[in-house]
């Protein structure tokens, strides 16, 4: 008979006679589960700890953006306003509210003629602004900027010197603010004013949540042309 083994299996006390280093009556898989516990309630532990840790941080990432977006009317929103200017300037991207907004201020005597400015969609805002009444003759368009910036400076380099002195913006509502401060920069020359659209009858009444995705991603763009212009 030999003595006890303890070199098999440091920690672990075996008294098995033969050299398999088992305990008698104990199979090899039964000895590895019994070893394996402590390691997989630790995984557990971890994988647990990771998720609550991303739960966590989702739940602050839906807060901050909550908060972003309740706030946009206030941080994003400027629109000053002009009694009567020299052209309004309809931006592209967006042909549904932008032309009712154009068409109103158009028909309320705000300016005797509209400019298009925007790739993609500008002639299509051309046919749904004759649509609502406003004169072939007295819309122009420019279809080559793609970003705010262009539109600014194409809108500069297309209607300088046709007497110009004031305009007005028209845009999203969350849009206002960038797209006033971009213009200003690119033709401080003349007086800039804003018209805001939404979706709703009016602004209060409009439900942030429906242009969530497109109020964040200005936050984003905010920060992005001010850091590059």
């Not at 008979?1 to 070199?7: H, I, V």
């Not at 941080?57 to 972003?68: D, E, G, K, N, T």
Request: aromatic letters at 8%.
């Amino acid at each position: 008979m030999r003595g006890q083994d303890t070199t098999r299996c440091p920690g672990l006390l075996l008294n098995s006679g033969d050299d398999t280093g088992l305990p008698q009556g104990a199979s090899g898989a039964t000895v590895f589960r019994q070893m394996r516990i402590p390691d997989m309630v630790f995984g557990r532990s971890t994988v647990g700890s990771v998720l609550a840790w991303i739960g966590g941080c989702a739940i602050v990432a839906m807060v901050f953006s909550a908060v972003l977006v309740c706030g946009a009317k206030s941080w994003l929103r400027e629109e000053p306003r002009l009694a009567h200017a020299d052209v309004i300037v309809v931006l592209g991207g967006e042909s549904g509210q932008r032309v009712i907004g154009a068409a109103e201020l158009y028909h309320a005597g705000a300016a005797p003629r509209v400019f298009v400015s925007g790739q993609g969609d500008c002639l299509l805002i051309e046919r749904r602004l004759v649509m609502a009444g406003v004169p072939a003759e007295r819309i122009g368009h420019e279809c080559v900027s793609g970003s705010t910036m262009e539109n600014a400076r194409m809108t500069r380099e297309t209607l300088a010197g046709q007497q110009v002195q004031s305009a007005i913006l028209v845009t999203s509502w969350y849009h206002t603010g960038r797209a006033l401060a971009v213009f200003r920069k690119a033709w401080p020359e003349i007086t800039w004013g804003a018209q805001g659209v939404f979706p709703g009858d009016t602004l209060a009444k409009s439900v942030p949540v429906y242009e969530a995705g497109s109020i964040l991603a200005e936050y984003v763009k905010r920060v992005w042309y001010a850091v590059r212009y």
